[in-house]
């Protein structure tokens, strides 16, 4: 039973359905269409903008240069530099060129979609699939089903995908008439008491213009809006807020574990539904879209070249897993840390120079890279 009139090319019996229009769905369907595979995506919103802005938009120079997207009409900010707080202590790390863009979610989402539709890939919105139609097409094994549904996905769900074991819960408000002093710094705080196994935030948009966030771990027996109202009290989060006027504040959620399978039979999984996020920021559009092009790659050779579906699982994990994984260790460590080690760690960060390092070699990605570069600097000092 197709499920939509596709364009399929005159050696194509497959069909493509992706559930989710999403980053990760629109660059999955995006590059298909590019590889002669037409897919159609499907998502239950009306406009693949609406609830975009539920979460943030920093995005690395080079992670956007990966996933190839002309994100100039989305751009809001750019930022070259950080500071983390932590136990009473902080520490500025500045970098003397860009090192990341923040975007408006809601104009990137369109952008991605023009790009996926003007390529060729087919888009229904105001089309939620449920369980039995989800059931419904992946019994007819001439469908490629893809879960791009997000961090709560119904798609992993229905199939008996292993669990994400751990989720963020995100609280951000805008606030306009700021007074910020740095509109190219994030600030970062860390208090495992406030933001329990994750921290708060500030992203400036512009001088008057920003963003205040907060993500505690889906363990605590807290609620996001109820610890974003602690944060929003802290002296720090009151004095930046001085007398700017809040606009709008969004609940949202984030999956911090990669789930331990992502392919069974002809359904894969991307994106959030994957858990392909960096787990000591959330950050998730990178590492998703990047996994969206493997998965394109491996469905063309799967229709075209009859290879086997399940490369897509072991060519995503063989090319980010190291990052994903050290993404995680990363995130137990601090997360483990009371406030008291958080200020020892800032203060020693400080005596090390780790600020200089950071300015310099910090890629927001990939620790691996980073970590071979403080290796490499070690080994000719
Ligand atoms: C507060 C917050 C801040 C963040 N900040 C950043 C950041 O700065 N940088 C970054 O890279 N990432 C950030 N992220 C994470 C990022 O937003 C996600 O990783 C990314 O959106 C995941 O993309 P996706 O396509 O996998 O899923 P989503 O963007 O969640 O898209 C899933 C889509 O599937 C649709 N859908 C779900 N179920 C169905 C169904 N049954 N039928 C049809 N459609 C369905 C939904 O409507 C949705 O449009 C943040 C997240 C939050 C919550």
């Not at 069974?264 to 858990?275: E, F, I, K, M, Y």
């Amino acid at each position: 039973m197709p499920v939509s009139s596709l364009g399929t090319s005159d050696r194509m019996t497959k069909e493509v359905v992706i559930v989710g229009a999403g980053p990760a769905g629109l660059i999955l369907a995006r590059d298909l269409a590019r590889r002669g595979v037409y897919a159609t995506v499907y998502d239950g919103k009306n406009r693949v903008s609406d609830g975009a802005a539920k979460a943030s938009g920093i995005f690395s120079k080079k992670g956007l240069d990966t996933i190839g997207i002309d994100f100039s009409g989305a751009k809001v900010n750019e930022l070259s530099g950080a500071i983390v707080h932590g136990g009473g202590e902080s520490i500025a790390i500045d970098a003397d060129v860009t090192k990341a863009y923040v975007l408006d979610r809601g104009r990137f989402a369109e952008t991605l979609a023009k790009e996926a539709v003007s390529e060729g890939a087919k888009l229904e919105l105001a089309r939620r699939i449920d369980k039995e139609r989800l059931m419904d097409l992946a019994s007819d094994k001439d469908i490629i089903l893809v879960g791009a549904d997000g961090a709560v996905s119904t798609v992993a769900n229905a199939f008996g995908f292993p669990p994400v074991k751990e989720y963020i819960l995100t609280y951000k408000a805008e606030y306009d008439h700021a007074d910020i002093d740095r509109s190219d710094r994030v600030r970062l705080f860390f208090n495992n008491r406030i933001a329990k196994r994750f921290f708060g935030w500030t992203v400036p948009y512009s001088k008057s213009k920003i963003e205040i966030g907060i993500g505690i771990s889906s363990l605590s027996n807290k609620n996001s809006a109820a610890a974003f109202n602690d944060f929003i009290r802290m002296k720090e989060i009151d004095g930046a807020i001085g007398n700017a006027v809040r606009t709008v504040g969004y609940a949202s959620i984030i999956p911090l574990t990669t789930r331990k399978r992502t392919v069974s039979g002809n359904v894969l999984l991307v994106g959030d539904a994957a858990g392909q996020v960096k787990a000591t920021t959330g950050g998730g559009v990178i590492f998703g879209s990047a996994c969206a092009m493997v998965a394109a790659r491996c469905i063309a050779k799967h229709v075209f070249e009859g290879k086997p579906i399940a490369e897509y699982e072991h060519e995503w994990r063989r090319q980010y897993n190291l990052d994903l994984e050290l993404h995680r260790m990363v995130h137990r460590y601090y997360s483990s840390l009371g406030n008291r080690s958080l200020a020892v760690l800032i203060r020693w960060a400080k005596l090390a120079h780790a600020d200089r390092f950071l300015g310099r070699y910090g890629d927001m990605d990939s620790p691996y890279l980073m970590f071979k570069r403080l290796f490499l600097r070690n080994l000719i000092q």
